[in-house]
């Protein structure tokens, strides 16, 4: 009972920690864990002892199937060797670096006791990394590269403090041991992920199929666990391929009931391991009492290892990028990507939970184990409040541009009418007796679904568009219907279960206009911010908006028998030419010849300009 009611009151504290940290605009695990280190000094708060077991086998797989299957596999596979020079060279060079240090400091302490601890810090935390980073606001492809990082380099460490506590010495035997721990791990995630796909096959019930789910992260853990492969790259590799397959392994519903039930999942279990991090702190400084060093020597071995962690990162960020990456232009904006980012990437290093539990596997024999301990949650801790604190304050002092919503809603647009044609090729090409005029509907459907999307590019202030009119006149519609159908459920004349059938699907129409709106309403929050400080590039500065008639043709697309998507002209020379979603893709093309910066839209209703150069919308 003691138990459930101290998971209970966890539970409760977490979520109170997070409403406060979105009131007071900070990164909630930043606040967890200063709350949870608080915590563990009251007396009415019991000891949390954190153990391996229960982090490495309860808390990790879930954690690391979760982010896997929202990632993006295309993204990961776009960046996959700086991925890769992260999770594995910046993992060995951070724990080669914390050796030497550590050894030197406390000669006491055995080399390969010296790169355990290396091998504790040298991970940084996925979770952290991104919730902070998109709380901030950082360029998705930082947030990309340190999400896909974070994945792997778990079993990098992992492998590595395996290594370091059973060798004498360190060896060939490391690059041996990690390459059967990466093959066996990636041989277990594809057998995983093709056992589940032939289930999904057969399976249509969204309640077997997230059931399922919660199955996977722990089976292919433990598979891997017991021929000693690395149950994290087995994880990571089977959320990966079943997150990037779902579209076609799964029902939309069994979709939607997925990332729904996963993100709830991860929610808690995130924010409770920051939490669980800072109730350590209280029985950690107590062991520190038996301690043969003195305290200053303990504060100067932390304060070192702190140091290294951090120092170690960023030059390997540099040395990977001059001498191992080299990034090619960004195919989005035809530039490499600036230093700038490449100074984020390196100080994005904030360790998690798993440093703290791999630090719990050193031998309760081993000399001055608790000084190693007390290094590691110094680590985590101060990481997460250094570089997590400062990184918002960098980001804007080095000008590191955050995603743009009117730059989505671009994309999005564009996307949502390359669909549509398709739709429209498939519906000309089938066969049917429409006599209700079912078909007419069906295209005005899709019309009226771009039209929306295109609106959200509208920066125009205090004009209501079409699609914000229907969703105020549509909300206060479906408020009614609900109110309805509760009156007559008060009645008893209908069946809960069918009461509750149409409540649901009023929620989903309620929950898809939701959707729609707060995306609309970033878009426009957005566009006038960008007008009103400034924002806006010298290139859409210089050419404003031009009041043409809409065009109804691109040359280039005759002359070459091809057929375009949407018009846009450009505002140097006057050309109009064919989207990016477009076969031939004329605007960028005649960009790339011309060097004219700033195209406007030439579709009927719409003003609004990119420029190529900078990346901008206005």
């Known amino acids: 009972m003691h138990v459930a009611l101290f998971l209970v009151a966890l539970a409760a504290g977490v979520l109170a920690v997070v409403v406060v940290a979105r009131w007071v605009d900070v990164p909630a695990p930043l606040l967890l864990v200063v709350a949870g280190v608080g915590a563990s000094f009251l007396p009415f708060v019991p000891q949390v002892h954190l153990e391996p077991e229960v982090v490495l086998l309860g808390l990790l797989p879930p954690l690391l199937y979760s982010a896997s299957i929202s990632s993006s ?8 060797r700086v991925i890769l020079a992260l ?51 950082l360029p998705r492809r930082i947030v990309t590269i340190l999400e896909g990082e974070s994945l792997f380099n778990d079993a990098t460490a992992l492998v590595a403090l395996r290594t370091a506590l059973l060798a004498t010495g360190l060896s060939w035997y490391v690059g041996w041991d990690f390459l059967v721990a990466a093959g066996g791990g990636v041989l277990i995630g594809l057998v995983g992920f093709f056992v589940i796909a032939k289930l999904r096959h057969r399976i249509t019930d969204p309640v077997l199929d997230v059931g399922l789910s919660f199955v996977i992260p722990f089976a292919c853990f433990i598979a891997a666990e017991e ?23 799964q029902t939309a519903q069994s979709r939607i009931a997925e990332q729904t039930n996963w993100r709830t999942i991860a929610f808690l279990l995130e924010n409770t391991v920051f939490a669980l991090i800072g109730l350590q702190a209280q029985w950690l400084f107590q062991d520190l009492a038996d301690s043969d060093l003195s305290g200053g020597r303990i504060a100067l071995i932390c304060a070192a290892t702190l140091l290294a962690c951090i120092v170690l990162r960023i030059v390997w960020v540099y040395i990977s990028r001059w001498m191992l990456v080299r990034p090619g232009p960004d195919p989005t904006t035809g530039r490499r990507p600036p230093i700038a980012e490449t100074f984020l990437v390196g100080w994005a290093g904030m360790r998690g939970v798993v440093t703290l539990a791999a630090a719990f596997l050193i031998d309760e024999d081993t000399p001055h184990r608790e000084v190693l301990l007390m290094a590691a949650f110094t680590v985590v801790a101060g990481t997460l409040l250094i570089q997590g604190l400062s990184l918002p304050m960098i980001a804007r002092w ?19 009418q390359q669909a549509s044609k398709a739709a429209l090729d498939e519906l000309d090409e089938m066969d049917y007796d429409d006599r209700a005029g079912v078909v007419d509907l069906i295209r005005q459907r899709l019309d009226q679904r771009n039209f929306a999307a295109w609106e959200r590019l509208s920066t125009t202030a205090d004009q209501e568009s079409p699609a914000a009119l229907y969703y105020r ?39 898809m206009l939701d959707s729609a709106e707060a995306e609309r309403d970033e878009s426009a929050a957005y566009g006038v911010r960008r007008w009103t400080t400034g924002d806006l590039c010298p290139d859409l500065e210089q050419y404003a908006v ?10 280039a697309c005759l002359d070459e028998g091809t057929q375009w998507v949407a018009l846009r002209r450009c505002l140097e020379c006057g050309n109009v030419a064919c989207c990016d979603s477009s076969p031939k893709q004329h605007a960028t093309r005649h960009f790339h010849e011309e060097q004219h910066p700033v195209m406007q839209s030439a579709e009927p209703g719409e003003d609004w300009r990119w420029c190529y150069v900078h990346h901008l919308t206005a």
Request: hydrophobic share 50%; net charge negative.
């Open 227 to 249: 021929i000693h492969a690395s149950g994290v790259v087995a994880v990571v590799v089977a959320g990966l391929l079943l997150g990037h397959k779902s579209a076609l392994l």
């Open 73 to 80: 596999l295309s993204d990961f596979n776009a960046h996959r």
């Open 398 to 416: 080095l000008k590191v541009p955050s995603p743009d919503p009117l730059d989505d809603a671009l994309a999005r647009a564009t996307l949502l």
């Open 87 to 137: 999770s594995v060279g910046a993992v060995l060079f951070t724990m080669a670096g914390v050796g030497v240090v550590v050894h030197e400091l406390v000669p006491d302490i055995t080399w390969p006791m010296a790169f355990a601890l290396g091998a504790v810090v040298a991970p940084p935390d996925a979770v952290a990394a991104t919730a902070i980073g998109r709380n901030i606001g």
């Open 473 to 511: 006149i549509r909300t206060e519609m479906l408020d009614a219907e609900r109110r309805r159908i509760l009156d007559i459920r008060k009645s008893g004349t209908v069946d809960s279960e069918v009461i509750a059938d149409v409540l649901a699907t009023l929620d989903i129409e309620e929950s």
């Open 546 to 555: 031009v009041d043409e008639e809409p065009a109804t043709y691109c040359q």
